[in-house]
């Protein structure tokens, strides 16, 4: 009798957002003065900024409890998808990857707001006096992720289209 392999195989990308997401943090820490900004390009600097909330600065201007209220979400959300993870196959790579890009950034800024008592962010885009907010790698680890989450929704929607099933 074989076991199937599980969707924990993909924990490596998890560890791979993780770290790179604290490696270009510490970076950042160490060579910019906080509020400092490097133009990149026309649309684009790296600006070090600390985030005391979470997405767009949610919760930021808060009394201090937001700090333990997003480090037990973030440790939940990655116990449930770890879960997720180990009741998937290994062969179900979008929605694997997805979690565990989720589950690397989740931690990475629990991480930091554990450590520092806010996020480091510091891609900063632009475009005339119109900023988007200010983010980092495991921002981008969490979307990516969430897109991934969308796309295989819709491509298990086609698939149910496909073989008649609603």
Not at 32 to 41: H, I, R, T
Not at 49 to 58: I, K, M, P
Not at 72 to 79: D, G, N, V
Request: glycine letters at 6%.
């Amino acid at each position: 009798m074989s076991q199937q392999k599980s969707g924990l195989s993909f924990l490596w990308l998890s560890a791979v957002a993780f770290l790179l997401d604290l490696l270009t943090k510490y970076i950042v820490v160490q060579k910019f003065d906080l509020y400092e900004s490097v133009n990149v390009l026309p649309v684009f600097n790296l600006t070090y900024v600390r985030n005391y909330g979470a997405a767009f600065s949610f919760l930021a201007d808060h009394d201090g409890w937001q700090k333990y209220f997003f480090i037990l979400l973030a440790i939940s959300i990655s116990l449930m998808l770890a879960y997720f993870m180990k009741k998937n196959r290994a062969d179900q790579k979008l929605q694997n990857s997805a979690y565990a890009l989720i589950i690397g950034g989740a931690l990475a800024n629990m991480v930091d707001r554990a450590y520092n008592g806010f996020v480091v962010d510091f891609f900063d885009f632009y475009w005339d006096i119109y900023h988007y907010p200010v983010f980092n790698v495991a921002d981008i680890a969490i979307c990516i992720g969430a897109g991934l989450l969308a796309l295989d929704a819709f491509k298990g929607d086609k698939n149910k289209q496909k073989s008649g099933q609603k």
